[in-house]
Nanobody, 125 residues
Framework: QVQLVESGGGLVQAGGSLTLSCAAS????????MGWFRQAPGKERDFIAA????????YYAPSVKGRHNISRDNAKNTALLQMNGLKPKDTAVYYC??????????????????WGQGTQVTVSS
């Protein structure tokens, strides 16, 4: 059974940086891509970034491209989201997700089978 646990969230001032970590248990090469999404209060969950199993391809939402960096270490069963130049509008609960048996575009929630519980990121102005 695959389990995902996010960590690294917190309070940061605008312009600052945070690195989120997603620790996964039960991973195998069949479990595919990993992604990060976020959900602000009163809003839908939005795609942030994704990375293929081998780390060969990465994908970013336009709102974070150039500021954030996604990476993964399969030997350690972790995925990281390094966030730079944070803005108050980046405030949200951040979730990591694993493709598993799901299919489809990595930009959509429905393309991921497993989800973590989320970690809060708050950016103050």
């Amino acid at each position: 059974q695959v389990q995902l646990v996010e960590s690294g969230g917190g309070l940061v001032q605008a312009g600052g940086s945070l690195t989120l970590s997603c620790a996964a248990s039960g991973l195998s090469s069949r479990d595919g891509a990993m992604g990060w999404f976020r959900q602000a209060p009163g809003k839908e969950r939005d795609f942030i970034a994704a990375i293929t199993w081998d780390g060969g391809s990465t994908y970013y939402a336009p709102s974070v491209k150039g500021r954030h960096n996604i990476s993964r270490d399969n030997a350690k069963n972790t995925a990281l989201l390094q966030m730079n130049g944070l803005k108050p509008k980046d405030t949200a609960v951040y979730y990591c997700a694993l493709q598993g048996g799901a299919t489809g575009s990595l930009y959509y929630e429905t393309s991921y089978q497993y989800w973590g519980q989320g970690t809060q990121v708050t950016v103050s102005s």
